[in-house]
């Protein structure tokens, strides 16, 4: 076994433990139950139970212990430091194991989306996806996604600034075209974008939104065109992305949540 470094601060340690020995199996739990599922001695697990009930993360009714809500509080400030990639990679990693298609998280960024998170299948575009890759936000599900949660004065005018080029033969390059797709994205909560970055590549994205509705970044599953059809995509895709985006927008509710 390590020998703990000479900063190890045992009674901490002890403490913590006393912490973990409640679970959703054990919520409640004599004095000799914790002593033992701690290793410590009855008169060291009972000055631990009794300093956590004098700082209102243990009660008791003197002879069974059981923590508090406050106990709580020792998560928040680990909550409150996640950031968005954070909240979003454990949900994407489920979502890509699940449909064995790579999906990514990315904001709006002038008139581009930036990939901020990202969990690879395999490689199915030409150019390398990277956190920080940007991509012109008219021609990308995330782009439109992001571009349909913008108040409409903030996209008129990003349609009276934006050069539209084609990137493919199948690239929408007008701004009533993109004005209709916006609107028809808006409507559905959804985004299907078929070649129009990348000849072969199918995706699909949907908004991530904070407590108060607003979109706040889109999610992907990004996919061959030859391994689904646009049909497929809504049909066998679809609901794997509105889960996800759904539980990845409940984490941040409960991070804005946290005092």
Known sequence: ????????????????????????????????????????????????LLTLAEL?????????????????????????????????????ESLT???RESASVSILDG?????????????????????GTRFPAYATSM????LAGLPEAEFDEYLRTVTLTPLTGHTIVTPDALRD???????????????????GLRSLAAPIRDGNGAVVAAANISTQSARYSSDAVRTDLLPDLLGTVEAIGLDLVRLQSTP
Do not use: N
Request: glycine share 4%.
């Open 56 to 92: 209102g993360y243990v009660r008791t009714d003197g002879s069974v212990f059981w923590l508090t809500p406050r106990v709580l509080e020792l998560g928040y400030s680990y909550l409150s430091s996640l950031t968005l990639p954070e909240v979003a990679v454990p949900h994407l």
């Open 111 to 131: 008139s581009d989306v930036v990939y901020v998170a990202r969990v690879p299948v395999s490689r199915i575009m030409t150019v390398a996806i990277t956190i």
């Open 97 to 99: 194991k699940k449909v």
């Open 181 to 199: 797709e916006v609107a028809r994205v808006r409507a559905d909560g959804f985004c299907i974008v078929d070649q129009e970055l990348e000849e």
């Open 1 to 48: 076994m390590t020998e703990p470094s000479p900063d190890y601060v045992q009674s901490l340690a002890r403490g913590l433990s006393v912490i973990r020995a409640f679970d959703a199996t054990h919520p409640r739990q004599t004095l000799s139950e914790v002593a033992k599922a701690t290793d410590l001695t009855r008169a060291t697990a009972r000055r631990f």
């Open 143 to 146: 782009g439109r996604v992001l």
